[in-house]
């Protein structure tokens, strides 16, 4: 063999060696390269409360804002536009940055703040009063106050009894909220009964004059349990009789 045979076989196998090890590290770093899976987040809007909605407010648009919020975190109670729920009456305190939702707000047709307010099973009954009957201008919404009845018979005795017991001042005037502690002089008190109520308190109305006075809120209205013998029927022929048992 030439030398020159042999200087040629040499090249050859140095060009097949070095395209050997370039086909090896292709072959190997496309072994070990990571792959990178990019995952698609879908956000949709929600409305959510820009701060504190107190219950019974009005919502406008100071009161609301808008974020993003992951599609399957989404459900039909939430809402996606501003604009519908400008002008609806809130039923429960909303906090800042609390998702808005249908429970949180009044039925469609409850209207008014205080229709709102009232709870289920509850009435709403307004009366009149002065300085003197609305506690001197104290009475504020959320108050819990007692009802008296004065019934005069004559212009030397009269009667005065506790007609309700602690019921809840939903407005005064056309008031059903405030954060004041401020004496207001009011001209009508509405309080929050049960429909049986209701009916005692008119009826007391008509009666005589009705006085409000004002409750602790921290108050427990203690129950009095009466204890009663329990009793047997003696029956005799055609008569019969009731004897209490004795312990």
Known sequence: MSRNQVILLFLLSVIFGLGAVFFAKQWMDSQVQPTVEVEVVEREPVVVAALEITAGSVIEQQHISTKLLEKDWRDDNQYTSEEELLGQVVANTIYAGEIITVQRL???????????????????????????????????????????????????????????????????????????????????????????????????????????????????EKVVKRYVAPSVTIIKGTESSKIRVKD
């Open 106 to 220: 009044s039925n469609p047709g409850e209207g008014s703040t205080l229709a709102a307010l009232i709870p289920e099973n509850k009435r709403a009954v307004t009366i009149r009063v002065d300085d003197v009957i609305g506690v001197a201008g104290f009475l504020l919404p959320g108050n819990k106050v007692d009802v008296l009845n004065t019934v005069k018979y004559s212009e030397t005795s009269a009667n005065t009894v506790t007609v309700l017991k602690d019921i809840k001042v939903l407005a005064v005037d056309q008031t059903a909220k405030t954060k004041e502690n401020k004496p207001v002089i009011v001209r009508a008190v509405t309080l929050e009964v049960t429909p049986k109520d209701a009916e005692k308190l008119l009826t007391a109305r008509s009666r005589g004059d009705i006085q409000l006075t004002l409750r602790n809120p921290y108050e427990e």
